[in-house]
């Protein structure tokens, strides 16, 4: 036995035996977990990010003079923006788009895009009033973006090149381990389909701003549909935090032209996807939808209701988690936790 395959059998073991009785139970009955999708969930052979990661940052560093971009540095399905194959081209393109510093990528960021996919929402005005049923968004593509700049924090951690890489492994969880880990919230492979999860892709932008990321994620989708003479419209579902959503509706992010630049925003196509975090009480939830402020805004946000398993996951309590036990961290996928391991990774405080 190498010392590679051994220490991937150590560290699926190690998995195992901090799995919730009720997980096991589960793998149990379903059958469907063994000590190889273990160590097919410990490889982290993906891509090296590097050439990319300083080709974008050289030609697309924010400046006045730079338009908003999105680059896409892999797909994971040929037809991607597109569901499938068609040569009828779709009136609309609904993406749903997790933009994030991922320092790491974390299973509350795989569990944003499961919740898009699989769940049924009601628009942020119909919950407020009760009225009429949840219904799915009825997503099409999934756009994992790693931003270069953060409206607020510096960059430190995880070099971009370094966190490219586990993003990519975040990609791969969700998008193609369809048997492989108990946190997925579909429930067997013809619902996993049907949520289009596997229609990934994943990439960096250069803006902090929602409202330019919208433009950049737009020019993109219509750029890879071939499209230019007919582009179709496309509607970007943001998931966020409740924290994001706060900032993204303060005055102090935008120029003179508040909130013109939210409406814009909205009539563009894009959409916000929201989920209560640990720390945040609900009548402040409710206080602040209820402002004058929000009433237009209303139907163009839905929430999102994360397993509890996952609401409590955050990246600074992932990497104080490694930095105290390097291999008791259970709210990353495995392969990410190896290679942060591998890199020595969040070591320091």
Known sequence: MSTSESKAKMYARSLLAHRSTAEAGMVVEQGQY????????????????????????????????????????????????????????????????????FNPPHYCHGAFMECLGVMEHRSEDKRQANTGAPHSLEIDAYLLLLATQNADKPLQGATLSQRMRMVD???????????????????????????NLHNMAIGMVNTPRFIDKLQAVRDVICQEHGNSESPPKVLCFFAMGWDTLIRFFDAKYYGPEFPAEIDQFF????????????????????????????????????????????????????????LESSHNVRDIPPRILQYANSNQLYREE
């Open 267 to 322: 009539a563009d196509g894009g959409r916000i996807a929201y989920a209560r975090r640990m720390g945040f009480l609900d009548g402040d939830v409710e206080e602040f939808f209820a402002s004058p402020l929000m009433a237009p805004y209303l139907r163009y946000i839905y929430e999102l209701n994360l397993p509890k398993r996952v609401k409590h996951i955050s990246s600074t309590g992932v990497r104080q988690a490694i």
């Open 169 to 195: 492994m975040l990609a791969t969880t969700v998008a193609v381990d369809s048997s492989s880990d108990t946190w997925h919230l579909w429930k067997n492979r013809k619902e996993f389909l049907a949520t």
């Open 34 to 101: 063994t000590l190889t999708d273990d160590l097919n969930m410990m490889r982290c052979d993906t891509p090296e990010y590097d050439d990319f990661v300083k080709n974008f940052v050289a030609t697309h560093a924010p400046t006045a003079n730079i338009q908003p971009t999105v680059k896409i540095a892999r797909k994971f399905s040929e037809t991607w923006p597109l569901a499938k194959k068609t040569t009828t081209a779709p009136e609309a393109i609904r993406v749903a788009v997790m933009d994030s510093s």
